[in-house]
């Protein structure tokens, strides 16, 4: 109990710390940002107004006391673009990136874990060197370039190579524009329209926890408790599915608190290609546009749910490995 | 468990080496020995979009044809190889060497400064990298300087964590008690005895965090917010190909496969280290960087 207190209490000042800095690094920024948003043949003194009205005319501390204030109220202003909410912007545009991150996130785990215990059970031989290159080259490529890859392919790819017509996914949006579908037939679009986006995050991700889990495991493996269950008679499945995935598991827990910042990072790129209106997007478009309310909303949102993950999974440890309740 | 000789003979790792060699001495070579000028347009209309493997117009082969604007693709991937390749280098490095300092003074020091230090990292640590640096790159001038203080201002806060901790496990050793018992400075106890014993781990992630570094600033020049055109970088050259996918696919592809394997290579080299110098440690972080 003293310890969920101690651990919350440690996510709360950092929380602070992550509030402040962005506060920090946004108004350490040169530029203006009124002079985005008035006309450039307005006057100094519309300039001045916008400015007044931002709020942007008031001392630092001023401002980064309000800030505060109205960020832990969960008040996080009007964007400078549109006007509206910045928490409307993003309660709209998460759904999307938490679907696709959650989705492509355990897509990631059931596929990377397998592969990762395969190739440390058959390390150092043909099977593992070739699934190293493979995933450390998945890992390797750019998830924009991917997704162009992909675009040319099964787009209009499919299309000149005479693809069957299930096999051409669209490659844009959410769903398909200019008919209304319903019920059955609209979720199969909203999935065809999945598919691209989903493939690519769950590639990634899941190359990065092989190389991960294949290192956990080969470690296990060499344990002594791994020799004595072998030694004893116990099959080839019941040590890699009680003796060495028992203990992984924790290692991949702390995984899975740790690729969700990759996730959400991953879906910028990701929705910015298959233009999908989720968070990266806004996030990126608040970026390109120095919408500072959305850009400080959003970097608090990412890291409030990067401090969460990590203190659920640090929380969490004890419950799979007894051993760790006494360190 | 192989033994040190078998590991040296790894083909993976020879062949992640040759790999790495070769693209950096065509990057350093190719534009020097180019007939085609990287940079400059010339005749748009009839050199524009070349598919690969033809001679254009002008007498020029042009193995991975040309862009929108005629100038032949190879080499100014090549060149855009010598911009990607030093930022990646540069960029770690110096993150890796700022991270070093700070890591070692939080541990050395102790107290409000190490928790002031580590408070800053973690709070960095905990705003995904690539938001990070979008945040950074795009409030200011974006360019080479910017993507590189970027890089390094994003980059210190997962090596100055690992060098803390080496260097409070490596603090206690008696060595080091005998060299402070011996008289020597406080400096020189830390920088000659503590650090040479510390830095194992800091060096795998400065090797694996090269490959990062590459992908970041490609992502960053591929969002218009990295390395501006017409000085060519991997990122940027697939953003010019973005909208030609369909009509000429490899002015995107061809600079994905360079960047893919110089970034495959750099890994694979840095994983053969990590395998020999330290253990899982240096490695969880770099997954949470993926572009």
Redesign the interface.
Known sequence: MMLIVRRAGTAA??LW??I???FV??R????DPAAFLVAPSASAADAARVRSELGLDRSIPIQYARWLGATLRGDLGLSFTTGTPVTRVLREAAPISVGLGALSLTLTFLIGVPIGMLQAARR?RATD?ML??LS??V???????LA??L??VFT?GAATLGFPASLRLPAFGLRTPGVTLHGWHAAVDLARHAVLPVVILTA??AA??A??AR??VA?VL?LDFVRTARAKGVRSRAVYGRHVLANVLPALV??FA??L??V???S??VE??FAWPGLGRA??NG??A?DYPV?MG??VL??AA??VA?LAAELSLPLLDPRREHA | MMTRRDESRDPVLIGAGALLVALAAASILVPVFSTSEPLAIGDVISLRLLPPLTRGTDGHFHLLGTDRFGRDLFTRMMLAGRISLAVGIVGSLLAAAVGTGIGAVAAWRRGWLDRALMGIADALLSIPRLVLLLVCAALWQPGLTTVVVVLIATGWMGVARMIRAEVLGVAVQPYVQAAGALGASGSRVLLRHVLPNALAPAIVATTLGVGNAILLESGLSFLGLGIQPPRPSWGNMIAGGRDLIVTAPWVAIAPGVALIATVLAATLIGDALRDRLAGERAFRRDIADRV
């Open positions: 000042v950092l710390l992550v402040t800095l962005t690094l946004i350490l920024a040169p530029g150092g060197r190293t290159v450390t080259a890992y390797a490529a750019p998830s924009f370039w162009l890859a675009v040319a209009y990634v991700g990065g926890i190389r991960y290192t956990s470690e060499g702390v995984l740790l690729s910042p990759g959400l990072a991953g910028i790129f910015s290609v996030t990126l970026i390109l120095r850009v959003a970097t990412y890291a990067v401090i990590n």
